[in-house]
């Protein structure tokens, strides 16, 4: 679905790359199937929700397919939280409650609207304030820039996308939504991942999924303090590594827990993690002495 008369996907997804914001390659829109061009074409998308793949890994993704649209995932690793403002009415909303961003992408129905990332995250969420209005925070994406929806329309920037348009984007107010607010302590972004780094996220990722969900009323709140114990201390994640793999395993708890409970675990466990990794060292240095 290739558009002569404007520039390859690869060269959009380059220059939201070089401008910092971290990208991924959705599938292919197919003209006429509704909602296709938006899911992710590579298996494991979760670890660039914490770390932006490297050019090589860009230009490898779009070789396989020149027309893979572009995802552009929230949170800290590229800076930005948006929202899909679906309506004229729902932009209206948007233009009337937060500050005027230069970032803005015109979509098939509405606007994206971009804002720098205060460090407040919000819940994913779709019809803020009853409006077809859609919140994408840490662990969600947006169909970037230069994007192609399934009726041939082109998601196209208001603005040209310069270092300088991206410094006049104002921070996040969640002060006019109607969705909970929580804090969290930032921790550190993987700008640039290593093969290292991607391993130790699909490592954690699968030993996940053979972990048996907790359960209530058979010791399930310490089943989920150690699942997440394993995932800040034993791998060592980041709070934004950490947090989809444990998002996905609540999913299959019984019942889940509220989000409210997993933040409450999610900083324990951060707050623990060195004294876990004192004692592991001391437990090893002891092993050691004892086989002298």
């Avoid at 061009?37 to 660039?48: D, L």
């Avoid at 820039?145 to 991206?166: A, D, F, K, Q, V």
């Avoid at 999924?209 to 089943?223: D, F, H, T």
Wanted: with cysteine; glycine share 6%; aromatic share 10%.
């Amino acid at each position: 679905m290739e558009s002569p008369h404007r520039p390859p996907k690869l060269e959009s997804a380059l220059a939201l790359h070089e401008n910092g914001l971290c990208v991924i390659p959705l599938e292919e829109p197919q003209f006429g199937q509704e909602k296709s061009g938006k899911s992710p074409a590579v298996k494991r998308w979760k670890p660039f929700q914490s770390m932006r793949p490297s050019e090589t890994d860009i230009r490898r993704w779009w070789s396989k397919n020149p027309n893979f649209n572009i995802g552009v995932p929230m949170g800290p690793v590229s800076g930005f939280v948006g929202f899909d403002a679906d309506s004229e009415e729902a932009v209206d909303l948007i233009r009337r409650c937060c500050s005027e961003t230069p970032f803005q992408v015109i979509t098939h129905k509405g606007r994206h609207f971009y804002f720098r990332d205060s460090g407040i995250q919000l819940t994913n969420s779709v019809k803020i304030n009853g409006k077809p209005i859609d919140a994408r925070f840490h662990g969600s994406y947006l169909v970037g820039p230069g994007s192609e929806h399934w009726t041939g329309r082109i998601y196209t920037l208001l603005n040209e996308l310069t270092p300088e348009m991206l410094r006049e984007v104002p921070p996040f107010d969640p002060s006019w939504i109607t969705i909970e607010k929580r804090s969290f302590a930032a921790s550190t972004v993987n700008v640039e991942p290593t093969e290292n780094r991607y391993r130790l996220i699909c490592r954690a990722e699968k030993y996940g999924e053979r972990i048996e969900p907790a359960v209530e009323g058979q010791g399930g709140s310490n089943k989920m303090m150690w699942f997440v114990g394993s995932m800040i201390q034993k791998f060592r994640l980041s709070y934004e590594e950490a947090l989809p793999i444990i998002q996905a395993y609540n999913e299959r708890c019984i019942p889940p827990f509220s989000e409210s409970e997993i933040e409450h675990k999610i900083q324990s466990a951060i707050a623990n993690r060195e004294k876990f990794v004192r004692s592991r060292i001391a437990d090893v240095l002891e092993d050691k002495r004892c086989q002298r």
